[in-house]
T-cell receptor, first 107, second 118 residues
């Protein structure tokens, strides 16, 4: 089993829609999680950390489910500029990246 | 604040040739990483430095890949000889100091070097 697994998508959604996707991790002891965003042919950039209690940053909501060992990212009121690949990252003092979930927002 | 600098931006070589990539991290960042990202996959860690020491090189193909960070600042990654399967984007990243920030470590990436091996 891979350390970090993501649904590759693509998720094609209209502007204004809500889209959500998960990332599962294999190490039940993992404590630190992040979402990075990667635009086409660009480098990954930190989107947000994921806290145990869940957290929001504007239209983005990240949640952690320790019992089922997954984290989720929800994007509300999608914008064209949200089109990107979203990488899940687990930090066990070694950062492990998922393969990414591609989101395409259409006009 | 200047970001992570990498060069070259693109490189095309033939198999069995050698190639080198350079990275200059954000000033003051103690931890430096080299990642390999193959198309359609997430970044895979090749080597991690803490200042001028190697923290993790368990996934570095040491028969052909080498990396150094002699003065604890900039770093070079070399491939010799290159294989077709080395075609990928090589990303350098830096972070403040994983020994201090630990699980809260946040990475800053350079623009990467896209390598094509023909």
């Amino acid at each position: 089993r891979k350390e970090v697994e993501q649904d590759p998508g693509p998720f094609n959604v209209p502007e204004g829609a809500t889209v959500a996707f998960n990332c599962t991790y294999s190490n039940s002891a993992s404590q630190s999680f992040f979402w990075y965003r990667q635009d086409c042919r660009k480098e990954p950039k930190l989107l947000m950390s994921v806290y145990s209690s869940g957290n929001e940053d504007g239209r983005f909501t990240a949640q952690l489910n320790r019992a089922s060992q997954y984290i989720s990212l929800l994007i509300r009121d999608s914008k064209l500029s949200d089109s990107a690949t979203y990488l899940c990252v687990v930090n066990d003092y070694k950062l492990s990246f998922g393969a990414g979930t591609t989101v395409t927002v259409r006009a | 604040e200047a970001g992570v600098a990498q060069s070259p931006r693109y490189k095309i070589i033939e198999k069995r040739q050698s190639v080198a990539f350079w990275c200059n991290p954000i000033s003051g960042h103690a931890t430096l990483y080299w990642y390999q990202q193959i198309l359609g996959q997430g970044p895979k860690l090749l080597i991690q430095f803490q200042n001028n020491g190697v923290v993790d090189d368990s996934q570095l193909p040491k028969d052909r890949f080498s990396a150094e960070r002699l003065k604890g600042v900039d770093s070079t990654l070399k491939i010799q000889p290159a294989k077709l399967e080395d075609s990928a984007v090589y990303l350098c990243a830096s972070s403040l100091d994983i020994l201090l920030t630990g699980l809260n470590e946040k990475l800053f990436f350079g623009s990467g070097t896209q390598l094509s091996v023909l």
